[in-house]
């Protein structure tokens, strides 16, 4: 039985197409997407308890506390009741999980897993024309002169953030640090994980397994 309301958590490393595929998401199902970093800022600037807690340790240079974090989410999804919603970019930690799960009832966590040697590839293909912040890729938007802006004529750089090997510690400091929560929702039978390299590929996967628990609102073609 398709259940009218789905609760669902997506998770991935950074350059995984999580933002892609969140989008697709939100448009097919007509779910409301919640993420964690918009409504910490939300809340900051509308100065609710919770935002003005996190705000003290934000300003300090601190971690915001778990509980805290906990807190700024529930409030937010108490707001959505009745809506099928997808959580982006939270829990972090296992004790955010537990918390979160012992409010109300989750229904999947998504997984995207794609290989680091794949996403390392692609971002090393960036290049950035530093004075307008326009973005190249030497594979899917290359420039007409490789090395060099096509408005201005200046040179492209590439940002300390898509060195390869900076791109690898990222991704290797995100495995350390969600393993545990993947285990936790996997212990729990809620994880489901979607292998492959690119969002097109994924996506057809991911649309296949939510379509068996929610219907979709609009038709996709995957050609």
Not at 17 to 46: A, E, N, W, Y
Not at 84 to 90: C, K, Q, V
Not at 143 to 160: A, H, S
Not at 178 to 191: C, G
Request: glycine content about 8%; hydrophobic content about 35%; aromatic content about 8%.
């Amino acid at each position: 039985m398709i259940s009218k309301l789905l609760r669902v958590i997506i998770m991935g490393p950074p350059g995984s197409g999580k933002g892609t595929i969140s989008q697709r998401i939100v448009k097919d199902f007509g779910m409301k997407h919640l993420s964690s970093g918009d409504l910490l800022r939300k809340q900051i600037m509308g100065r609710t308890a919770a935002g003005i807690e996190a705000k003290k340790y934000i300003d300090q240079g601190q971690l915001v506390p778990d509980l805290t974090m906990v807190n700024l989410i529930s409030n937010e999804l108490a707001k959505i009741d009745g809506y099928s919603w997808l959580l982006d970019g939270f829990p972090r930690t296992v004790v955010q999980a537990k918390e979160l799960l012992e409010r109300g009832p989750i229904d999947s966590v998504i997984n995207l897993n794609v290989p680091f040697e794949v996403i390392i590839d692609r971002i090393k293909g960036r290049w950035t024309h530093e004075a307008s912040g326009r973005i190249y890729h030497t594979e899917f938007n290359p420039p007409n002169k490789e090395g060099i802006d096509d408005v201005t004529g200046e040179p492209l750089i590439q940002r300390d953030d898509d060195r390869p090997e900076t791109v690898r510690k990222r991704l290797e400091g995100y495995q350390l640090s969600t393993q545990p929560v993947l285990q936790f929702f996997d212990d729990k039978k809620l994880l489901k994980v979607f292998t492959g390299k690119y969002s097109n590929e994924l996506w057809p996967l991911v649309h296949d397994y939510l379509s068996t628990k929610i219907t979709p609102v609009q038709y996709t073609s995957y050609k």
